[in-house]
T-cell receptor, first 114, second 113 residues
């Protein structure tokens, strides 16, 4: 399995509080991604990174920010959590953006916002 | 916008039966299509990746076909086992979306012993 660690694995918090999720990889892959998974929607891309300090928005980026100060770490921050952000969050990595390169996923963070 | 659909949403079969999982997508301009497996409480495991120039890929009991012109892919799992019980997702990497995979909602498979 690809070396991807997400922390925390579970979190319960209240509306309006800030939340930061961490993705740590040991594969030295250039590309990192944050997805959320909700029933009936599949996985949707929140933000992605194509290098240190190089990030861009995905399709559901409102209310989220990211940072990547080191190759191995990609942080996802909810500045002021809302109940609509209750979801399972997955981090993924890939070595290249080539047509034969799959993405590898972490085990997810289950986030509940009350 | 690329739309990916997986039908049925759930499937239950007896052990030993072959599984056929379907995936359709609306925009045929893709780089590749990937099939993933997801176990409860876990992340996604890549099973097969088919490049846009390929018609199929095989790995053990798994075979995936791709018909890009009709926007369809099928994942076949031969001689199903209870350990094959999981959710299977397909995803396409569309041209014009440099970093984005578009996912279907998945098919949840139960193989009965």
């Amino acid at each position: 399995d690809a070396g991807i660690t997400q922390s925390p694995r579970h979190k319960v918090t209240e509306t309006g509080t800030p939340v930061t999720l961490r993705c740590h990889q040991t594969e030295n892959h250039r590309y990192m991604y944050w997805y959320r998974q909700d029933p009936g929607h599949g996985l949707r891309l929140i933000h992605y990174s194509y290098g240190v300090k190089d990030t861009d928005k995905g399709e559901v980026s409102d209310g989220y920010s990211v940072s990547r100060s080191k190759t191995e770490d990609f942080l996802l921050t909810l500045e002021s959590a809302t109940s609509s952000q209750t979801s399972v969050y997955f981090c993924a990595i890939s070595e290249f953006q080539g047509s034969n390169q799959p993405q590898h996923f972490g085990d997810g963070t289950r986030l509940s916002i009350l | 916008k690329q739309e990916v659909t997986q039908i049925p949403a759930a499937l239950s079969v007896p052990e030993g039966e072959n599984l056929v999982l379907n995936c359709s997508f609306t925009d045929s301009a893709i780089y590749n299509l990937q099939w993933f497996r997801q176990d409860p409480g876990k992340g996604l495991t890549s099973l097969l990746l088919i490049q846009s120039s390929q018609r199929e890929q095989t790995s053990g009991r798994l075979n995936a076909s791709l018909d890009k012109s009709s926007g369809r892919s099928t994942l076949y799992i031969a001689a199903s086992q209870p350990g094959d019980s999981a959710t299977y997702l397909c995803a396409v990497w569309s041209m014009g979306n440099d970093y984005k995979l578009s996912f279907g909602a998945g098919t949840t498979v139960t193989v009965r012993a």
